[in-house]
């Protein structure tokens, strides 16, 4: 019997516990160590990792990823792709899909896990036809939710459509940690039944399940899990990597890792850990074992948006008729998982229906696109009257949205530049022109007194 891990210091644990402000200077001197530790794969891109470089590090992402892979040349890198979103908040075109995930690959990325917040298997299909051509590992990944239309058989079909398509294994990914033991069981058991391929657990410690929900998905044949080290592990992140190591070599399994190099890396980022705690960056509420998502089914991200932005509008006192209205308003959209984008615009739409005093009396150009069709079809039909409501004379978007969007790599390029230095920079600059510019700016400012400073030497 043998489960392997993926480790997620770099990416998903550093995203939810401490907003990703890592810089790769802090996590440099380990890497080597982990590329030893025997890891399935090391996730270290994706996400909002890409987004933050840029916005708060000032780092090119590009730039992070060739190190990483130069410094871990043994260990599968891995990133998170957002489907047709890429890394972004909206759909893109084909061709700069293509172009993301050619990149991806040509700068180091082995394993890309795609997935589309409203598993509408039409927004995975390209990026995942890119991988596969570029020799990579696509993963499918279903966006686990609960609803009554989220049912074992229908994400068994959504996993046999991703097989269909070409990925190399299926990782269900329950972002908010609501996923139960029983449930990991029977779900990782249909799939394996159904499927030949391997099977991926990913999930979060916010309600405390997730150790157990990983033994019970190791039981029932789960290829893969997704952990943490143990200074970067629980509460909104994943559950430790020692310590499911320690209980399933326990149980028998055979786990590949090695023990001593865990245990350097864990020492490695205990200090790290203890540096973000003292400037407030890591706060202890991320840590906690938080329940609410379970009677909510609301993921704890959610919940501390509504907060803030209830605070804003000086409304603290509607709070649960806002956290009441959130599943309404879910059920109303026809059941969306959850995730970036659409549990931002769920939570917006139902702090705003409170407010109103009035449903759907105002809507985001979002919530109004999501009904138009621009993000997909939706799990469940969206409540037609709403619809009928948001939408007056606006068109619904027939077919894929993608197909209407016209190719914007070559226009960019052009638009760009001498300011853009490669391919890899036009891509930065179509997923976030307002933050890549200036950063391109910073950059060639620094270059050219590097290029002053080192005539000055030759003199
Ligand atoms: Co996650």
């Known amino acids: 019997m043998k489960v392997q891990f993926t480790e997620t210091v770099l990416r998903d644990a550093n995203q939810s516990l401490i907003a990703t402000r890592l810089p790769y200077e802090t996590f440099a001197p380990i890497l080597e160590t982990m590329d030893q530790a025997g890891f ?30 130069k410094a871990m040349p043994n260990t599968k890198l891995q990133m998170l792709l957002r489907g047709q979103n890429i890394l972004g908040y909206h759909h893109y075109p084909d061709d700069v899909v293509r172009k993301f995930v050619e990149y991806s690959v040509k700068n180091g990325i082995d394993i890309i896990r795609i997935f589309d917040a409203l598993n509408d298997v039409r927004n995975i299909e390209v990026a995942v036809d890119e991988a596969v051509k ?3 590992h696509a993963s499918g990944a279903i966006s686990y939710t609960t609803s009554p239309v989220h049912t ?21 990914k329950d972002m908010a940690g609501i996923m139960g033991p029983q449930e990991a069981y029977d779900l990782v058991g249909s799939l394996k039944d159904a499927l030949e391929l391997p099977v991926v657990v990913h999930t979060h410690s916010t309600t405390g399940l997730a150790f157990m929900t990983y033994l019970k998905a190791v039981e029932a044949g ?31 399994y055979e786990v590949g890792l090695n023990e001593d190099r865990l245990k350097e890396i864990a020492d490695f980022f205990k200090p790290v850990r203890d540096q973000f705690i003292a400037d407030g960056t890591m706060m202890p509420k991320s840590m906690a ?28 006192d509607r709070f649960d008729e806002a956290l009441a209205e959130t599943p309404r308003v879910r059920a109303d959209m026809g059941y969306p998982p ?32 999501y009904c138009r069709g621009e993000y997909g079809r939706t799990p469940a039909p969206i409540d037609p009257e709403i619809k009928a409501q948001i939408l007056g004379d ?6 894929r949205y993608a197909d209407t969007l016209e190719p914007q790599f070559e226009t960019a390029k052009q638009e760009l530049g001498e300011k853009a ?24 400012e620094q270059e050219e007194n590097r290029a002053v400073y080192t005539i000055e030497e030759m003199e």
């Open 134 to 136: 570029w020799d990579a």
């Open 421 to 444: 230095t490669c391919d890899e920079d036009v891509l930065s600059w179509i997923a976030f022109p307002q933050i890549a510019e200036p950063f391109f700016e910073k950059r060639k």
């Open 152 to 172: 074992r058989e229908k994400y068994v079909e959504i996993a046999r459509d991703m097989q269909k398509m070409g990925v190399q294994s299926i990782c269900i």
């Open 222 to 252: 789960a290829d893969v899990i997704d952990t943490a080290i143990s200074p970067f592990s629980g509460g909104t992140s994943q559950p430790a990597t020692e310590t499911l190591c320690y209980a399933l070599k326990q149980l028998g």
């Open 40 to 69: 399935y794969s090391v996730e270290c891109w994706g996400g909002a990792t890409f987004d933050v470089c840029f916005r708060y590090l000032n780092e090119d992402p590009w730039d992070r990823l060739r190190k990483i892979r």
């Open 394 to 399: 606006t068109p619904e978007v027939e077919g």
């Open 338 to 369: 959850l995730v970036t984008p659409t549990s931002q615009m769920v939570g917006v739409q139902a702090v705003t229906n409170v407010l109103q005093g009035e449903r759907y009396k105002k809507v985001s150009s979002e919530i109004k696109a």
């Open 289 to 316: 074992t938080d329940t609410q998502c379970l009677s909510y089914q609301i993921p704890g991200g959610m919940l501390s948006n509504l907060l803030s932005q209830l605070k804003m509008m000086n409304a603290l």
